[in-house]
């Protein structure tokens, strides 16, 4: 049993739980199954070494749970829950839009229990007349149901890359190889992939094919001599393709994609007399280049295009101007500016995150705990906040090299205001304002309304997605780039894997309109840090430079930004 697998169970004990009107323990099996589901070891490989408690938010409680999960495959706790209501939870959740509250509102009023139920109810229109959910979110509903049936998700690129990297390394060790790279929507950032595609170069291919097939896997599903696909144990596919050293270039060009990037310079190969392919550019029977991927944008007379703008979305016109930005890069960040900790519904203290923000590099984090009345992720109080003011003064005295902020993610009202009082909002260095709850169709005014607060420095995953799960509410982007150059608010890219929010396209957007941006991971545990590699790599398929992320200033510099 897996990771993701041990998490869903997990999930769906904190759902049934909270259906059963359970306090607190919903929070810790929900912030359990986050860690697990975002953990870039084996769950089982931790198990060996019994060292289960050592994943944040799993304590002895959970932990017996986990191991009897990896030993029988089975949990009789779970089991039992799931025979003490008559709902099918685990069709319902995976309905867009449908959270616990909702599923406990459709069984109380419609006696909806499974799919089916709620197929014919929302079919029959009866869900638009309840309390909370209306026409809009009976449509979602139906859409979502004919999403289920239809196509099967992508994998998040974030929970994924911890996986891909570990045999991209496994590869590179083998001394019979000489280069592995990881291609594909993977290389260009891509929020969501299906497969992982793996270039190795090799002088010998069978040795090279063996070796990759021989890896831990639940299934071989192809084996050539040149070529080769395996799952491994999560359900994650990854090709290999291999090649002769000398085709390493024109090979990663063709493998990374996109493929409609890829028919483009084919075509401009063309016009030129020449031809592209995986082995290279070709002069009739001569190699032109083969061996550097700068080479081959080189010879056909481009500016070096980076993997993540290769959408086929105006790079190769730019390139051929050479007028294409110069992307911020993976290593530009200095602040992390959203972040959870146990005053909340993280599993880390202050201290910890702040160490770990700064082994990888941060120099300043902001500590933003939520606030006000959001039950559900454990919010502070005015007490709660009061006390976390002064455990991070203590801190930031002890720590050097890293600052730590006094921040809060405050929740945006239906209306706009805050859940927050003035005296509070004073006392903060950083306000990270967020819709969370009561989602309406279109959000525009709702956001436009909390920038205008003098105190709202970030407006924290703007759209409100979540990938494969809840579509983005409808904004008017034009008004919100508008409102966040005048009142110094800005939006945030948030890096969490199944938000990347914004996405790719609305970066580019507000670029283009000369809107800067912040780029934050919304960490609930310190594994989650590193999550800031997603966010940086949508700022740069949304043909981010440096200077348009706020965040990539030092301190004195980023205070003077936001100051407003
Ligand atoms: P994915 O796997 O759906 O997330 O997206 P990709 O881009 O990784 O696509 P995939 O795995 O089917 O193929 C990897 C790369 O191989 C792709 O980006 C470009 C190249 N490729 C695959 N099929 C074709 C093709 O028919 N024509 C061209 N020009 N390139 C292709
Ligand atoms: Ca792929
Ligand atoms: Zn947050």
Known sequence: MKNQEIARILYEIADILEIKGVEWKPIAYRKAARNIETLSEDVF????????DDIPGVGKNIAEKIEELLKTGKLRYYEELKKSIPIKIEELISVPSLGPKRIKILYEKLKIKNLKDLKDAAEKQKIRNLEGFGYITEKEILEGIKGLESTKSRLLIGYMYPMAKEIESKLRAQKFISKATIAGSMRRMKETIHDVDILVTTNNPKKTIDFFTSLPKK?????GSTKASIILYNGLQVDIRVLDNNHYGSGLNYFTGSKEHGIKLRNLAIKKGLKLSEYGIFKGKKTIASKKEEDVYKTLGLEYIEPELREDSGEIEFALKRKLPKLINYNNIKGDLHVHTI????????EEMALKAKSLGRKYIAITDHYGNLAIANALNKRGILKQF??????????????????SEVNIN???????????????????????????EDNTD?????????????????????????????????????????TNTFLEINS?????????????????????LIINTDSHSVDHLYF???GIGTARRGWSTKNDIINTNNLDKFLKIIER
Not at 46 to 51: N, S
Not at 343 to 350: A, K, P
Not at 414 to 430: A, C, F
């Open 414 to 440: 239906p209306d706009g205001t805050l859940d927050m009082d003035i005296q509070i909002l004073k006392e903060l260095d950083i306000v990270v304002a967020s819709i969370h709850s009561r989602f309406k």
């Open 45 to 52: 490989e931790l198990y060996k070494k019994d060292k289960l």
């Open 446 to 486: 709702r956001l436009i309304k909390a920038m205008e607060n003098k105190y709202v420095n970030f407006i924290g995953h703007p759209t409100g997605r979540l990938i494969n799960r809840r579509k983005p509410f409808n904004l008017d982007f034009e008004k919100i780039f508008e409102k966040s150059k005048e």
């Open 532 to 534: 800031m590699k997603f």
């Open 496 to 516: 969490f894997p199944d938000r990347l929010d914004l996405n790719d396209v609305n970066v580019r957007a507000a670029i283009k309109n000369k809107c800067r």
């Open 390 to 407: 002064k455990e991070i003064k203590k801190i930031n005295k002890k720590l050097s090299g890293i600052t730590i902020l006094k921040g």
């Open 343 to 350: 005053y909340s519904d993280g599993s880390n203290t202050i």
């Open 219 to 223: 299934k071989l599903l192809a084996k």
